[in-house]
């Protein structure tokens, strides 16, 4: 049961990670696309 519930929190954890990963790589990309615009004006 304990083994069950440690590898829950693992993987919750895990995604938490991927999720915050995802929101970066997200946020690189819209400031790449924002960039050629800034430096158009």
């Given at each position: 049961m304990t083994i069950e519930t440690k590898q829950i929190i693992w993987e919750d954890e895990h995604v938490g990670i991927f999720?915050?990963?995802l929101d970066i790589?997200?946020?690189?990309?819209?400031y790449r696309?924002?960039?050629p615009?800034?430096?158009g004006r």
């Open positions: 999720l915050e990963l790589e997200l946020a690189k990309i819209r696309q924002k960039l615009k800034e430096v």
